[in-house]
Structures are given as structure tokens and as C-alpha cells.
């Protein structure tokens, strides 16, 4: 594609393998950083990611992979980061190479964790990329569905709207359809809120608290939600869009979400370490709770269920009493 230059996905993980499999479609070329060498040699030899989405099959011939993220990012233009947020800042410590005048879209829906930041603001001051040059992909959009080419909706944020444009048209197809944002920062917030509200569907699940109830929380949540954008960004954006409440829905519903499943396990009764050890996938929201819970200390936004959450998973206060407390509380 002419106008996003040559990209390159870093990151090896379901969400990295799907976008890969949208992206190499248009470009018929991507780059792609994986951390592992073995991964690698074995995506090359069985010609599909060997840990996830193994279902999708590429042209390897189309792929330029290495284990070196300097070389990647050297070579091209677009960088597509996909990893784990608790993660960022390791890969990105191996960086000699200035980012600022790459185009940075993050498809990381997490925080970075001890510096409280989502991913744009993070390679803004981190890295001094200006605000035109970083972009976010949000939506309702669970990587496996998009490998089974099921119809998704994507939204591009960034500042720069020629930008967000362009990389649209790179994500586009018969089953995903796009349009853009300039809302940056609320997508990003939006999606850490979210897989903490999932985090707190799956918990009554767990308790078999049912759909009536769980309506109610996702509701309250949106509600939690609009909350919180509003102060952190006092900006118009209309909250029941598919990027904030889409993103939520299927997230809170959801059987394909990590963050559902993780909670349900702490609403059955699992400790967070054996509910962590037996996912073998990360949770985001795990971690998005405490650097959302840290960044609403400052800011004193009412968020009773961000509160239940993290009661339960750092407090290790009884989920049976977190959510009766919070069920008193809703209307």
C-alpha cells in the first residue's frame, strides 16, 4: 500500500496473527517480528502460526519474519504493535532505532503497566512519536472470528484523519468493515475499561448470577465507562459507537474473551495465580484494573464496579460479598 509505506506487525499472538492475515491480503507483503526463533522457523515450515489461530494459512513466501525487532523496524514504514501491554516495554527496550517518524498503530487494547499510560500516550512521551503519527485499532473484534472471516467492524483512531483513512483501506474487505476516529484516547481507555467490566461479567457468571443481572451490569458499566471518558477526555463522542459499547458486549458476552473466561474462574472459586496458570493466555484486564484503579485515584471518578473488581483480584475480598455489595448499588 502506497500510502501506509511497508508494514510490519510486532507481535506473535492471536490478535497479531489475525490482523497479519487482513493485512497481507491488500499488501501481499508484511513484516513481522516475533520474539521467538523457534516460532518462527516452525510458522515457515508448517506455513501457519504454530501456537495460534492455527487454522490460518499463509503464503510464507509474502512474510518477512525476524527475531530482531531493529531489523523490522529498520525495513518499514507502518508498525502494527500487537503485543501483550505487561510486555511493551521489554520488546521496545531492545529499540536503537528512532520511532518518530514511523506510523505507530497500537492494537494493544491495555495499559503499560507501572507507568499508567495507554499505548499512544506511551510512545508519545516515551518515545516522542507526534500525535499524527499514532494510531489505535478498536471494535468489537475477537481475532477468532476474524479468522473464520466472520463479518467485524474496525475503527481507526488518530489525529491525522488522511492517516486513519489510508489505514482503513488496508483493513477493509468482504468481511471487515471500517471507519475512522480521531478519539484516541477514549478508544485506548475504552478498551482497558472494557476487559476490567468483562473480567467482572465473568466473576457473576461464576456466582451463576444470570443474564438479567448481567444486562444490568454491562449497562451500569457503559454507564461507568462514559463516566470516565468524559473526564480523562472531555471531548463529544457518542459512547454507544460499536468502538465503546460494541467493544464492551462482546467482550462482557463473549466465550472467545480471555478476560470473561479468566473471571469466571474467580467467580468459581480459583485463586488469580491457579486461574492465570490454567488460561495460558493473557488476561489484559487483570492488569488494566490496577493501573485503572491508580489512575482513578487521582482523578475520583465514581467506578463501583472497576472498585468490586479490584477488591476482588488485589484485595482478595470475597467475590460472594464484592458483588452483593455491588448489587446494591445499582438501580
Known amino acids: 500500500m502506497d500510502d501506509c509505506g511497508r508494514i510490519a506487525i510486532i507481535g ?19 513484516g513481522w517480528y516475533m520474539r521467538r526463533d523457534d516460532r518462527i522457523a516452525d510458522f515457515k515450515r508448517m506455513g501457519h502460526n504454530p501456537a495460534y489461530l492455527t487454522s490460518v494459512h499463509f503464503d510464507t513466501s509474502e512474510l518477512f519474519f525476524s527475531s530482531d525487532i531493529n531489523k523490522v523496524v529498520d525495513s518499514y514504514d507502518t508498525l502494527v504493535f500487537v503485543t501483550p501491554s505487561p510486555y511493551l516495554k521489554n520488546h521496545l527496550k531492545k529499540l536503537k532505532t528512532r520511532i518518530r517518524d514511523k506510523f505507530i498503530v497500537t492494537a494493544i487494547k491495555g495499559i503499560v503497566p507501572d507507568e499508567n499510560l495507554v499505548c499512544s500516550e506511551y510512545f508519545h512521551e516515551v518515545y516522542d512519536v507526534p500525535y499524527e503519527n ?32 489510508a489505514f482503513t483501506r488496508v483493513l477493509s ?8 476516529s480521531s478519539d484516541v484516547i477514549g478508544i485506548e481507555y475504552s478498551s482497558v475499561l472494557k476487559n476490567v467490566y468483562a473480567i467482572a461479567a465473568g466473576i457473576c457468571s461464576g456466582l451463576k448470577y444470570g443474564d438479567n443481572f448481567l444486562a444490568v451490569l454491562l449497562s451500569n ?21 460499536s468502538v465503546y459499547l460494541g467493544d464492551l458486549l462482546v467482550t462482557g458476552y463473549s466465550n472467545f474473551s480471555r478476560n470473561r473466561v479468566f473471571g469466571t474462574m474467580i467467580g468459581k472459586g480459583y485463586s488469580v495465580k491457579s486461574a492465570q496458570i490454567e488460561m495460558e493466555m493473557i488476561a489484559e484486564g487483570f492488569f488494566g484494573t490496577k493501573c485503572m484503579k491508580e489512575i482513578n485515584r487521582r482523578l475520583h471518578v ?18 460472594q460479598i464484592e458483588i452483593k455489595l455491588l448489587t446494591d448499588s445499582f438501580r
Open 173 to 180: 474487505s468482504n468481511y471487515i468493515k471500517t471507519k475512522t
Open 221 to 241: 458499566a457503559v454507564q461507568e465507562m462514559s463516566r470516565f471518558l468524559t473526564t480523562i477526555s472531555p471531548i463529544e463522542r457518542n459512547v454507544y459507537d
Open 12 to 30: 506473535g499472538g492471536s490478535w497479531a496473527t489475525a490482523i497479519a492475515k487482513i493485512v497481507v491480503g491488500h499488501t501481499h507483503h508484511l
Open 302 to 319: 465514581n467506578m463501583p464496579i472497576l472498585d468490586a473488581v479490584y477488591n476482588i483480584l488485589y484485595e482478595r475480598i470475597s467475590p
Open 134 to 165: 499514532l494510531a489505535c485499532i478498536g471494535g468489537p473484534s475477537h481475532a477468532e472470528e476474524v479468522a473464520l472471516e466472520r463479518l467485524s467492524y474496525l475503527t481507526v483512531g488518530c489525529a491525522d484523519t488522511a492517516k486513519a483513512q
